[in-house]
């Protein structure tokens, strides 16, 4: 089945320590988000990558880069974890289009210790 | 004002009632919506999308009003299986930013 896959599902990292969280997609859809999600809240979107054209929401903090380095992967990397960055990161993928669904990845739970 | 506001509940009803859940949005140039089901520690799920002529699926409908600037989603029937957080998703169009609301959280009472 055609699926976005996000690894790991579980992260633990130790404040400052620089970790990268993965997400790779089968529907070969052109464009990937990234979004935090802390609880009880909406999901926040970071960033997303409309085929190789990188689009930074404004209030994405620069501890947060992120590559994608062909159509199937795209990485979210947090440079120095701070305990405020402990939160689901879940990734999703769409097709360009005038009226299209976001499908999401499982997510990966960052613990930031 | 958010972008999109929802009554983040809980709306706590019994099996069998039917219940029904608005979410507002204020920019105009809005395009498509969505409304997303999402269980507790999982990744949001596509529930339906919402046309502007309503549409239904099963026990659930959903409706846009673009005058009012606002969607809403109606579960007939509710099961227990309902019981999740249910959030109004609206785009400006294509792949443009999305903006999620904080969700409305409904649990099914046996």
């Known amino acids: 089945d055609a699926m976005v896959i996000q690894n790991p599902r579980y992260q633990v990292t130790q404040f400052g320590k620089p970790v990268t969280l993965s997400c790779s997609q089968t529907l070969n859809h052109n464009v990937m988000y990234w979004y935090q999600q802390k609880s009880s809240q909406a999901p926040k979107l970071l960033f997303h990558?409309?085929?190789?054209?990188?689009?930074n929401e404004a209030d994405t903090p620069d501890n947060f880069q992120s590559r994608r380095p062909n159509t199937s992967f795209c990485f979210l990397d947090i440079r120095s974890p701070g305990l405020g960055d402990a939160a689901m990161y879940l990734c999703?993928?769409?097709?360009?289009?005038?009226?299209?669904?976001?499908?999401f990845g499982p997510g990966t739970r960052l613990t930031v210790l | 004002r958010k972008e999109v506001e929802q009554d983040p509940g809980p709306f706590n009803v019994p099996e069998g009632a039917t219940v029904a859940f608005n979410c507002t949005y204020s920019?105009?140039?809005?395009?498509?919506f969505f409304w997303y089901r999402q269980d507790c520690r999982k990744e949001p799920k596509l529930l339906m999308s919402v046309y502007s002529s309503g549409n239904e699926d099963g026990r659930f409908t959903a409706q846009l009003n673009r005058a009012s600037q606002y969607i809403s989603l109606l579960i007939r029937d509710s099961k227990l299986s309902d019981s999740a957080t249910y959030l109004c998703v609206v785009s400006r169009g294509g792949y443009q930013k999305v903006t999620f609301g904080t969700g409305t959280k409904l649990q099914v009472i046996p």
């Open positions: 999703a993928t769409s097709s360009s289009g005038s009226y299209n669904e976001q499908f």
């Open positions: 990558y409309y085929d190789k054209d990188f689009n």
């Open positions: 920019n105009s140039a809005s395009q498509s």
